[in-house]
């Protein structure tokens, strides 16, 4: 096998790939509303506003930073610019709610890296203090509409006949890969992850590194958060409680590492269409919600488990090597 | 309770120093510290709130924070021993659905937390498997499970809630012993076994040990991975119990319900001081740290203040009780 065939076969996008594509088919054949283009087209832009929040959470953990707050800044964002909406207008709704998430990216990456707390107790506490906002600002669990404006259109219309979300994923999910693949600072991101001590003796600034890192991931979500207020017409205090395992899992499955250093914003895509695939596939099959929850769990840790063994040099071309030599010579154990 | 903080990290120092050295060191230990500031909080309320210092009052903060303050004592025993488990609040939710259909389907108090216990320690064990076999980190496998056991509860129940009516059950969350509520009789109770557990066995002193440094730990020939699994089923026993004290109190229960305690108890078990990192910690702190808690609560309810603003609150309390800690720890 030549050395790229060795590469591609060893990259764990490529099982994602052949996981979403065996998802796609399996859907395709057995559901016949499932391979509609309308319904793509929803799963796709439905995949956009986690896909933007999975791109900051990508990019933070290239840096190690955990951000268990995103579900939270999503919905905080939403909600201030819907408020905001109703009272400014689009525009500046747009640029507060985008304000609010970059000071919850500060608060994150100060709380973590000047004070050194924790950062998995530290952003759940946050994510806690940002729901509790959110039902401050929108006042009851009805939340606020929003009319038609900026946020509706960024949310619900069409660029040359693609939803505005999923071009606004494509753009960030480009930017985000030329940052981390192709940029000093994507590589200073990956090797305060990697090897804080490293990064550190070679000039590179941990703290700042990581700081920067929950910038991103809070904007990320802020962003997020304003297209899941456009998409759904409305600012909802309780807007993608509990995603924030989904959006994780899917980074994870996308063989980006959750202690910093590894982060692939191609698997990331392919992990958020993956499970953005399986809920739509489960929906329309009728399957339980609450299904999909104990799905995401079981897919959470074998996904990790994945990516040990994968480090552990043990993935699919370790094991047919393994079983080619086993056949080669059956008899070495022999008594 | 009061000898406890002179040794922060559990085991017991080497001998040596007079009685000022011990005055010194408990002026120096974090949890006197703790306690300090907890005074000054009582103080605060004391004077804010009219009703505040009234037994009445105390027993109420007791009976508000039993239920995620048992979840929180086995949860030390677990962080201690290097596992952090998330999914204590899923166990809370399983085990106090089970009991509640045992009730309903008129098997008696007894069976009802009988199931309800052993599933709790079937679950915990579970956690400690993954983490054994699979050779993954306690966080991981638990917030997995949060999620497998979470949505079986909502899966089991369809969301729909299962009452609870039975007196003898009702009794342990609502009855009182000795004049005072049975779920904090239950929860001192639990706190005493760990806290002598810990201390004198050696299997809490292999908590100790595994926590703080699992290859030494693996090199005395301590199996580090079970020592974990085990700490992990005694945080999936107190979620059960804390399940039914929740269930027993409200008389129904709900898929859900156990996971609004994770913040509480998390945070119950940092502010008393067991490290995150694992090989330290006491359950003396955990207590004060359940304390602090409940009267945060107790006393901003008592000023009037919303829920909404109670959660909000909440977390900016947790996170700059965490950075005091740290500072305070950089100073010693």
Same mark, same amino acid.
């Given at each position: 096998?030549?050395?790229?065939?060795?590469?591609?076969?060893?990259?764990?996008?490529?099982?994602?790939? =052949?996981?979403?594509?065996?998802?796609?088919?399996?859907?395709?054949?057995?559901?016949?509303?499932?391979?509609?283009?309308?319904?793509?087209?929803?799963?796709?832009?439905?995949?956009?506003?986690?896909?933007?929040?999975?791109?900051?959470?990508?990019?933070?953990?290239?840096?190690?930073?955990?951000?268990?707050?995103?579900?939270?800044?999503?919905?905080?964002?939403?909600?201030?610019?819907?408020?905001?909406?109703?009272?400014?207008?689009?525009?500046?709704?747009?640029? /507060?709610?985008?304000?609010?998430?970059?000071?919850?990216?500060?608060?994150?990456?100060?709380?973590?890296?000047?004070?050194?707390?924790?950062?998995?107790?530290?952003?759940?506490?946050?994510?806690?203090?940002?729901?509790?906002?959110?039902?401050? =600002?929108? /006042?009851?669990?009805?939340? !606020?509409?929003?009319?038609?404006?900026?946020?509706?259109?960024?949310?619900?219309?069409?660029?040359?006949?693609?939803?505005?979300?999923?071009?606004?994923?494509?753009?960030?999910? %480009?930017?985000?890969?030329?940052?981390?693949?192709?940029?000093?600072?994507?590589?200073?991101?990956?090797?305060?992850?990697?090897?804080?001590?490293?990064?550190?003796?070679?000039?590179?600034?941990?703290?700042?590194?990581?700081?920067?890192?929950?910038?991103?991931?809070?904007?990320?979500?802020?962003?997020?958060?304003?297209?899941?207020?456009?998409?759904?017409?409305?600012?909802?205090?309780?807007?993608?409680?509990?995603?924030?395992?989904? =959006?994780?899992?899917?980074?994870?499955?996308?063989?980006?590492?959750?202690?910093?250093?590894?982060?692939?914003?191609?698997?990331? %895509?392919?992990?958020?269409?993956?499970?953005?695939?399986?809920?739509?596939?489960?929906?329309?099959?009728?399957?339980?919600?609450?299904?999909?929850? !104990?799905?995401?769990? %079981?897919?959470?840790?074998?996904?990790?488990?994945?990516?040990?063994?994968?480090?552990?040099?043990?993935?699919?071309?370790?094991?047919?090597?393994?079983?080619?030599?086993?056949?080669?010579?059956?008899?070495?154990?022999?008594? | 309770?009061?000898?406890? $903080?002179?040794?922060?990290?559990?085991?017991?120092? $080497?001998?040596?120093? +007079?009685?000022?050295?011990?005055?010194?060191?408990?002026?120096?230990? $974090?949890?006197?510290?703790?306690?300090?500031?907890?005074?000054?909080?009582?103080?605060?309320? #004391?004077?804010?709130?009219?009703?505040?210092?009234?037994?009445?009052?105390?027993?109420?903060?007791? &009976?508000?924070?039993?239920?995620?303050?048992? #979840?929180?004592?086995?949860?030390?025993?677990?962080?201690?021993?290097?596992?952090?488990?998330?999914?204590?609040?899923?166990?809370?939710?399983?085990?106090?659905?089970?009991?509640?259909?045992?009730?309903?389907?008129?098997?008696?108090?007894?069976?009802?937390?009988?199931?309800?216990?052993?599933?709790?320690?079937?679950?915990?064990?579970?956690?400690?498997?993954?983490?054994?076999?699979?050779?993954?980190?306690?966080?991981?496998?638990?917030?997995?499970?949060?999620?497998?056991?979470?949505?079986?509860?909502?899966?089991?129940?369809?969301?729909?809630?299962?009452?609870?009516?039975?007196?003898?059950?009702?009794?342990?969350?609502?009855?009182?012993?000795?004049?005072?509520?049975?779920?904090?009789?239950?929860?001192?109770?639990?706190?005493?076994?760990?806290?002598?557990?810990?201390?004198?066995? +050696?299997?809490? *002193?292999?908590?100790?040990?595994?926590?703080?440094?699992?290859?030494?730990?693996?090199?005395?020939?301590?199996?580090? #991975?079970?020592?974990?699994?085990?700490?992990?089923?005694?945080?999936?026993?107190?979620?059960?119990?804390?399940?039914?004290?929740?269930?027993?109190?409200?008389?129904?229960?709900?898929?859900?319900?156990?996971? &609004? *305690?994770?913040?509480?108890?998390?945070?119950?078990?940092?502010?008393?001081?067991?490290?995150?990192?694992?090989?330290?910690?006491?359950?003396?702190?955990?207590?004060?740290?359940?304390?602090?808690?409940?009267?945060?609560?107790?006393?901003?309810?008592?000023?009037?203040?919303?829920?909404?603003? *109670?959660?909000?609150?909440?977390?900016?309390?947790?996170?700059?009780?965490?950075?005091?800690?740290?500072?305070?720890?950089?100073?010693?």
């Amino acid at each position: 096998m030549s050395r790229f065939a060795l590469r591609a076969a060893r990259s764990p996008e490529l099982y994602l790939l =052949v996981l979403l594509a065996a998802t796609l088919v399996w859907f395709s054949a057995n559901n016949p509303f499932f391979g509609t283009s309308a319904n793509f087209t929803g799963l796709a832009a439905g995949a956009a506003v986690l896909g933007v929040a999975a791109m900051g959470v990508t990019v933070a953990l290239a840096a190690g930073a955990i951000d268990f707050s995103i579900a939270g800044t999503i919905a905080l964002s939403g909600v201030v610019a819907a408020w905001l909406d109703t009272r400014v207008g689009g525009v500046v709704a747009i640029l /507060g709610a985008l304000a609010v998430a970059v000071l919850v990216g500060i608060v994150n990456g100060t709380v973590v890296t000047r004070f050194g707390i924790n950062p998995f107790i530290a952003t759940l506490a946050t994510a806690g203090t940002l729901r509790g906002l959110a039902f401050l =600002v929108a /006042g009851s669990s009805a939340g !606020i509409v929003i009319e038609d404006g900026p946020i509706v259109t960024i949310g619900q219309h069409e660029i040359v006949g693609i939803p505005v979300p999923i071009v606004m994923f494509a753009v960030i999910a %480009v930017l985000g890969w030329a940052l981390l693949a192709h940029t000093p600072a994507g590589r200073a991101l990956l090797a305060v992850g990697g090897n804080p001590e490293a990064a550190r003796l070679s000039g590179i600034g941990v703290a700042g590194a990581q700081r920067w890192a929950y910038l991103a991931s809070a904007g990320a979500a802020g962003v997020a958060g304003i297209l899941l207020a456009g998409r759904t017409g409305s600012g909802l205090p309780q807007a993608a409680a509990g995603q924030e395992l989904l =959006v994780y899992s899917a980074v994870i499955l996308g063989g980006t590492s959750l202690w910093g250093g590894r982060a692939t914003v191609i698997g990331s %895509v392919l992990g958020i269409l993956f499970v953005e695939t399986l809920r739509n596939g489960l929906v329309l099959e009728r399957v339980s919600p609450y299904w999909q929850t !104990i799905l995401q769990g %079981v897919f959470l840790v074998a996904a990790v488990w994945l990516v040990r063994q994968q480090q552990l040099g043990r993935d699919p071309v370790w094991l047919a090597q393994r079983i080619a030599r086993r056949r080669r010579s059956p008899q070495v154990e022999a008594p | 309770m009061t000898a406890e $903080p002179s040794t922060p990290i559990g085991r017991p120092e $080497p001998a040596g120093g +007079g009685g000022l050295a011990l005055i010194g060191r408990l002026a120096a230990a $974090p949890l006197a510290r703790l306690a300090a500031a907890y005074l000054l909080l009582a103080a605060v309320f #004391a004077i804010a709130a009219d009703h505040f210092l009234t037994t009445d009052n105390f027993l109420n903060i007791g &009976r508000a924070t039993a239920v995620f303050g048992i #979840a929180a004592l086995g949860l030390t025993v677990a962080l201690i021993a290097g596992a952090l488990d998330v999914s204590f609040g899923a166990v809370m939710s399983v085990c106090g659905i089970l009991a509640a259909e045992r009730i309903a389907a008129g098997d008696g108090a007894a069976a009802a937390v009988a199931v309800a216990l052993a599933v709790g320690v079937g679950l915990g064990l579970v956690n400690g498997l993954l983490t054994a076999v699979l050779r993954l980190d306690a966080l991981i496998v638990t917030l997995g499970t949060f999620s497998i056991f979470g949505g079986w509860a909502f899966l089991h129940t369809n969301g729909a809630p299962t009452p609870a009516s039975d007196d003898a059950f009702a009794r342990i969350g609502r009855g009182e012993t000795l004049g005072i509520p049975t779920p904090v009789v239950i929860m001192i109770a639990i706190a005493l076994v760990l806290a002598v557990v810990l201390r004198w066995t +050696g299997f809490g *002193q292999r908590c100790y040990l595994v926590g703080d440094n699992p290859r030494a730990a693996t090199l005395v020939g301590i199996r580090a #991975a079970w020592v974990r699994a085990a700490a992990l089923a005694i945080s999936g026993l107190t979620a059960a119990i804390a399940g039914v004290v929740m269930v027993a109190n409200a008389g129904v229960a709900n898929a859900g319900e156990g996971e &609004r *305690q994770l913040l509480n108890a998390i945070a119950a078990v940092v502010i008393g001081g067991t490290a995150l990192a694992g090989g330290s910690g006491l359950i003396v702190g955990t207590l004060l740290g359940i304390a602090v808690l409940g009267t945060i609560d107790n006393g901003l309810n008592l000023l009037g203040v919303s829920s909404t603003w *109670q959660d909000v609150l909440k977390g900016v309390i947790v996170v700059f009780a965490l950075v005091l800690d740290r500072i305070r720890r950089r100073d010693a």
